[in-house]
C-alpha cells in the first residue's frame, strides 16, 4: 500500500516562500515520477510541477515558472516543491502524486497519469 503525506502548508504574506514536503511509503520511491497539483476553491484541480524517476523536471505551466520549484530526495523517499514570490492566487490545497508506472516516460500534466495521491496541504497566500 503506496501512502503520500504532504507536509509544510501554511499562512504567508504575498512575496514570501514556502516549502512543502511530500513523504512517500510502499514503493520504491526512485523508480516513480512525482507530481504537484493544486486545487484552489470552486476551481478544478490544475498541475503545478513534476519531476521524473531520474530528476529531470518537467515543463511547469506559465503561472508557477520561475517561482516554484520540484526537486526529489530518494534517500529520504521525500519530493519537494519550493515556492518563492507566492500570489494571493496561488492560495490553493496542493496535492502530490506518484506516477502509475515505473520508468514512465509519457505525460505527467494529467491528473489521469497518477495512481495515488496525499492528503493536500493548504496554502494561502494573503495580501
Known amino acids: 500500500q503506496v501512502t503520500l503525506v504532504e507536509s509544510g502548508g501554511g499562512l504567508v504574506q504575498a512575496g514570501g516562500s514556502l516549502r512543502l514536503s511530500c513523504a512517500a511509503s510502499?514503493?520504491?520511491?526512485?523508480?516513480?515520477?512525482m507530481g504537484w497539483f493544486r486545487q484552489a476553491p470552486g476551481k478544478e484541480r490544475e498541475f503545478v510541477a513534476a519531476?521524473?524517476?531520474?530528476?529531470?523536471?518537467?515543463n511547469s505551466p506559465d503561472s508557477v515558472k520561475g517561482r516554484f520549484t520540484i526537486s526529489r530526495d530518494n534517500a529520504k523517499n521525500t519530493v519537494y516543491l519550493q515556492m518563492t514570490s507566492l500570489k494571493p492566487e496561488d492560495t490553493a490545497v496542493y496535492y502530490c502524486?506518484?506516477?502509475?508506472?515505473?520508468?514512465?516516460?509519457?505525460?505527467?500534466?494529467?491528473?489521469?497519469?497518477?495512481?495515488?495521491w496525499g492528503q493536500g496541504t493548504q496554502v494561502t497566500v494573503s495580501s
Open positions: 502524486a506518484v506516477k502509475k508506472e515505473p520508468y514512465s516516460i509519457g505525460s505527467y500534466y494529467a491528473q489521469y497519469d497518477y495512481d495515488v
Open positions: 510502499g514503493r520504491t520511491f526512485s523508480m516513480y515520477g
Open positions: 519531476i521524473s524517476w531520474s530528476g529531470g523536471r518537467i
